[in-house]
C-alpha cells in the first residue's frame, strides 16, 4: 500500500514564525503535491513537484514556497505565517509520465492554527 | 480552465436510504474523473475513478458513478448508505498528462439512524 506521511497532525505557530511543513511518500513516485483545505472551498492547490529540485505553483502559492532535495520527501514552507494560513494542509503523491494523470495518494493532513 | 461543481454542500440521508452526490465538470476534452472520499481527521481515499471506456465505474465501498458526457456530470450513487459513510466527498478532474487534479468544493453526508 501507497504511504504518504506528514510530519504533525497538528501545529500552533505565532505569527511572522518560519513554519515548515514535511510530507514523505514509500512508492516512489515522481508527482508530490501540496493542498490547503478550507470549509466550502474543497482542496486547492499550493504547490506541485514533478521531481526533484522541480516544482511548479498550483493556484495559491502566494506566501508559501516548497523544497524537494529527495525524490520521497516534498516540504512545504510558510515563510512568514500570517492567521489567514490557518488551514488544513493535505499532502498527496502520484505516478508520473505516461501521458496520463494518476491518481493522487494523501496524507492524514496537518491542521495548523497560526495565532 | 477545469472547473468542477458540487452543487450540494451538505446532504442527510437515513441509514439504508440511497444516496446521490452531484458532479458537474467543465473541460474541453475528454476528462479524467475522480471521487474522494474524507472521514473525520482524516486525509482522502480514492473511491473510484473514469479514464475511458464504460462510462459506469464501481469502487469501493459499494459505490457507483456515471459518467455522461452530454450534461457534463458524474454522479456518484450507493443504493444503501451505512452509518460508517457519512463523510466528505470530494469531486476532482484532471487532463490527459496534466498530472494535476482540480477539486470540487466537497459535500458533507450525515447519515441518520
Known amino acids: 500500500d501507497v504511504k504518504v506521511t506528514q510530519s504533525s497532525r497538528y501545529l500552533v505557530k505565532r505569527t511572522g514564525e518560519k513554519v515548515f511543513l514535511e510530507c514523505v511518500q514509500d512508492m516512489d513516485h515522481e508527482n508530490m503535491f501540496w493542498y490547503r483545505q478550507d470549509p466550502g472551498l474543497g482542496l486547492r492547490l499550493i504547490y506541485f513537484?514533478?521531481?526533484?529540485?522541480?516544482?511548479e505553483k498550483g493556484d495559491i502559492p502566494e506566501g508559501y514556497s516548497v523544497s524537494r532535495e529527495k525524490k520521497e520527501r516534498f516540504s512545504l514552507i510558510l515563510e512568514s505565517a500570517s492567521t489567514n494560513q490557518t488551514s488544513m494542509y493535505l499532502c498527496?503523491?502520484?505516478?508520473?509520465?505516461?501521458?496520463?494523470?494518476?491518481?493522487?495518494?494523501f496524507g492524514p493532513g496537518t491542521r495548523l492554527t497560526v495565532t | 480552465a477545469q472547473s468542477v461543481t458540487q452543487p450540494d454542500i451538505h446532504i442527510t440521508v437515513s441509514e439504508g436510504a440511497s444516496l446521490e452526490l452531484r458532479c458537474n465538470y467543465s473541460?474541453?476534452?475528454?476528462?479524467?474523473l475522480f471521487w474522494y472520499v474524507q472521514s473525520p481527521g482524516q486525509g482522502l481515499q480514492l473511491l473510484l475513478k473514469?479514464?475511458?471506456?464504460?462510462?459506469l465505474v464501481q469502487g469501493i465501498k459499494g459505490f457507483e458513478a456515471e459518467f455522461k458526457r452530454s450534461q457534463s456530470s458524474f454522479n456518484l450513487r450507493k443504493p444503501s448508505v451505512h452509518w460508517s459513510d457519512a463523510a466528505e466527498y470530494f469531486c476532482a478532474v484532471g487532463k490527459a498528462a496534466g498530472n494535476k487534479l482540480t477539486f470540487g468544493g466537497g459535500t458533507r453526508v450525515l447519515v441518520k439512524p
Open positions: 513537484s514533478y521531481d526533484v529540485k522541480m516544482k
Open positions: 473541460y474541453g476534452a475528454t476528462p479524467y
Open positions: 498527496a503523491s502520484s505516478q508520473g509520465g505516461g501521458g496520463l494523470t494518476y491518481e493522487q495518494y
Open positions: 473514469y479514464f475511458s471506456g464504460d462510462t
